[in-house]
């Protein structure tokens, strides 16, 4: 069964571990993920790009394979099946086909369309995650150098109920650049705290 991320990031904060996030693009990299974490007996969450999604025919094509492959596999650890950095139109998509989780970028663009996406997802049951700051490198066209996220920001939209945050402290997308300056975990505390 497909769950919402919410129970198993809490679980994971609490007990200090992470949980693997793995962007699937086709049914084997689906297999493989699935697999692996039922091996290691792991909570995983399955993202899926606005890209990969239309490469793979839509968001109700890749929420009807994942639920078959996971059935027919027999996985018994939480799964999650979440849109990665979702515009407005993306993320109500997506929720419309049966994902389990969501992320939603529209923090700097428009406060009340996060609002009414956090409280579209808990009326679905799923969880939501919203984006502060930016993750560096590039993904479906999306270049960010990696700015800090701003405390203030991200208490700004842990208020309004978020289930949790994609928060900019250094990290990135793809290949790491010779001149990177790491995970600043400075901020990350910094955030935690606000």
């Given amino acids: 069964m497909l769950l919402s991320a919410t129970e198993m ?35 995983v969450m399955l993202g899926v790009s606005e890209g990969a999604a239309k490469y793979m025919c839509g968001f109700k094509t890749v929420a009807a394979m994942v639920k078959e492959i996971h059935d027919a596999m027999g996985i018994t650890v939480p799964v999650a099946l979440h849109l ?70 991200c208490k700004t939209i842990a208020d309004l109920g978020v289930d949790f945050l994609a928060a900019g402290i250094g990290n990135i997308h793809g290949k790491y650049p010779a001149n990177w300056a790491g995970l600043n975990f400075d901020r990350l505390g910094e955030i935690q705290n606000a």
């Fill in 9 to 43: 990031s809490n679980k994971a904060h609490e007990r200090h571990y992470a949980i693997g996030a793995f962007n699937i693009n086709n049914l084997e990299w689906t297999k493989a993920i699935l697999a692996a974490a039922e091996e290691a007996k792991s909570p």
């Fill in 84 to 153: 990665d950095h979702g515009s407005y139109e993306g993320a109500k998509a997506a929720i419309e086909a049966g994902f389990t989780s969501v992320m939603f970028d529209g923090f700097e663009e428009n406060l009340e369309k996060s609002k009414e996406m956090i409280a579209l997802a808990h009326e679905k049951g799923l969880s939501i995650e919203c984006e502060v700051g930016g993750i560096g490198g590039e993904e479906d066209g999306v270049v960010s150098a990696g700015e800090l996220a701003d405390p203030e920001e």
